[in-house]
């Protein structure tokens, strides 16, 4: 139940396909189970600041087991979860991390992808994971 | 004046049975005198992030000498705390984190509970508490 | 193949039962295959100082597949990997940390033990992986 | 004078290949003339913790245009450079790190390969250079 290489790299490709569709330059990152990185690509051009956030946002989204965003809803000023991106050493808590799920709904790793809009970041979150 | 061992793990498990009343899956941590850790527990299948919110959770209730959420209502923008969670290598400010007094109402330590809604960690946090 | 905090609790009680018998005071954690800590616990009287290295034996020997100390012994002045301790936030790199194997030899996790000497830490570590 | 992506994957493939050839579970990371990472793989079953220090060593190549391991000889005690790697983060100076140069010789970046024997680390990542 943990994602394997290939899994990661087909998850990227895909993702980085729906990026140059798209006309955007991504940071993408894949961990595991265990929230520790498997695969990773900076497309030529792309936000150097995006790396880490990519990478945040596929922890934030396997250390919760949601998309990054919905931590994000909560977290604003006022709300449940107010500054939580101060915990484990830095979340991110906008679009762009989601969950990776095998075909029996476990959750098996996660994606993230930073580097244009929110909304694009997590369209092309969305494609990687249509790659499992 | 400082929490025992057999006291943090007597809190431990009953704020594990009430977690398991409401059917949710905490990390639970238990702090001292110090605001260092005493013990800690991640019920299987709960959320990997929490264990350092838990703790968080835990120091702040400490470092304060109050629940955590009351921090959190002084932190919010214009507040008079705002975002005090950049203290101390990262506060939690939200519900979850409570202190716990003996019986001559000496602080002892604080237990921070993470893993669900505030409302539930508070919940479960505050079942601990009633093991002293 | 993952622990499970029963498992981890198990393993716990083992440890401390030993550190008890060889009169010491142990700071005990445990990880998971993930290399994030499930459960913690610091004997009381035992050096605050220690809780850290625990979970960081812990973590190095689930980090490398290997006890702690092999680490050490590859890492001194001259050493192959020496000063690698600089890597994962901080490695601890003497013994007290020993991997944890299911009955089918799958690495599940790790224990991490510091309180004492090194010789008496990997002591209550191996007594520890006996719970298994 | 920067690598791009597409030869960053190809040194990685060529050095995966060397490690499948030499049997061996590698973490295999390629930064960019600015020491950004620019793709990253770890293989499975390859160690947790070798994530880190495969960084860590394409950045110490590249931060000083040198193998890691030429780092190291002058980094042990009484050496010229003795503990540098307490600078930028964490350095790694054993070997497994090597600078990338294109045909004029200009350095466009550096692999980190961590995983194995640090000979083997080194052959694997001489290996993904000679992909450019």
Redesign the interface.
């Known amino acids: 139940?943990n994602i394997?290489?290939?899994q990661?790299?087909a998850i990227i490709e895909k993702a980085k396909a729906k990026a140059l569709e798209i006309d955007t330059k991504m940071n993408i990152s894949v961990v595991?189970?265990?929230?520790?990185?498997?695969?990773?690509?900076?497309?030529?051009g792309a936000w150097?600041g995006s790396?880490d956030i990519a990478l945040k946002k596929a922890?934030?989204a396997?250390?919760?087991?949601m998309p990054s965003g919905e931590i994000g809803k909560l977290a604003q000023?006022?709300g449940?979860?107010?500054?939580?991106e101060?915990?484990?050493?830095g979340?991110i808590s906008f679009p762009g991390g989601i969950p990776l799920k095998n075909k029996d709904g476990d959750i098996i790793g996660a994606i993230g992808v930073s580097g244009s809009s929110v909304e694009n970041d997590h369209t092309v979150a969305k494609a990687g994971t249509e790659a499992l």
Chains 1, 2, 3, 4 share one sequence.
Not at 32 to 44: P, T
Not at 62 to 65: E, N
Not at 80 to 84: D, T
């Open positions: 139940m394997t290489l290939k990661a790299q595991d189970a265990g929230a520790n990185q498997v695969a990773f690509v900076r497309m030529d150097l790396a922890k934030t396997r250390f919760f087991d000023p006022g449940s979860l107010y500054n939580i101060h915990s484990n050493g979340l």
